[in-house]
């Protein structure tokens, strides 16, 4: 695939370009995109903002993408609009869904299921059969052992080591991961 546009809120950034690609104006331009033939991805890190400018964008045809460095089992499936960087790892009979990032060397093993919106963070670590609910964040570095559930919204803080469950709208981090405060919740 070819980059053809970047599209951004930041005025000051139209008319320049990114990675050899040119901004073209605000996200709202995207209608201007929709009878043609292109692909749209969303190249925002933030869960919540991923998931809202996602909504507002009836009508788009979404990319997924993987890094031809990375590696993703044929018995794997990965949901619309997500995106996997150079080096991540997703083997077999993962599920992940709409519009994740799986970010630089993360690695997802056997069985996981990756709910819509979620970010992994460069260098996490999912053991075997974990489960990881909607929007969740996990952390760079973070390891989640086999079993465990990430609540939706919840957020992993980097180099944790999650030993147990993590509640949905739940802020954990440390070895091992304790619950430190309840988040926002519904966005």
């Not at 709910?115 to 053991?127: E, I, N």
Request: overall charge neutral.
């Amino acid at each position: 695939m070819e980059v053809v546009a970047v599209l951004d809120d930041a005025p000051t950034k139209w008319g320049s370009s990114l990675l050899g690609a040119p901004v073209l104006g605000p996200v709202s331009a995207f209608e201007r995109f929709l009878q043609k033939d292109v692909r749209f991805v969303l190249a925002i890190g933030e869960n919540r903002v991923r998931q809202k400018l996602a909504s507002l964008m009836a009508g788009v045809d979404w990319a997924t993408l993987v890094h031809p460095r990375a590696y993703v089992h044929a018995t794997a499936s990965l949901g619309e609009g997500t995106v996997v960087f150079a080096g991540a790892i997703v083997q077999p009979m993962v599920q992940v869904g709409r519009h994740v990032i799986v970010n630089t060397s993360a690695v997802v093993e056997h069985d996981c299921r990756i709910g819509d919106w979620v970010h992994l963070a460069s260098g996490t670590r999912l053991a075997g059969s974990v489960e990881v609910g909607e929007g969740a964040f996990v952390g760079a570095g973070a390891v989640v052992i086999p079993g465990k559930r990430l609540g939706r919204w919840s957020i992993v803080g980097a180099g944790a080591v999650v030993v147990r469950d993590i509640p949905d709208f739940s802020l954990a981090y440390g070895v091992p991961a304790e619950v430190r405060r309840k988040i926002q919740g519904e966005p």
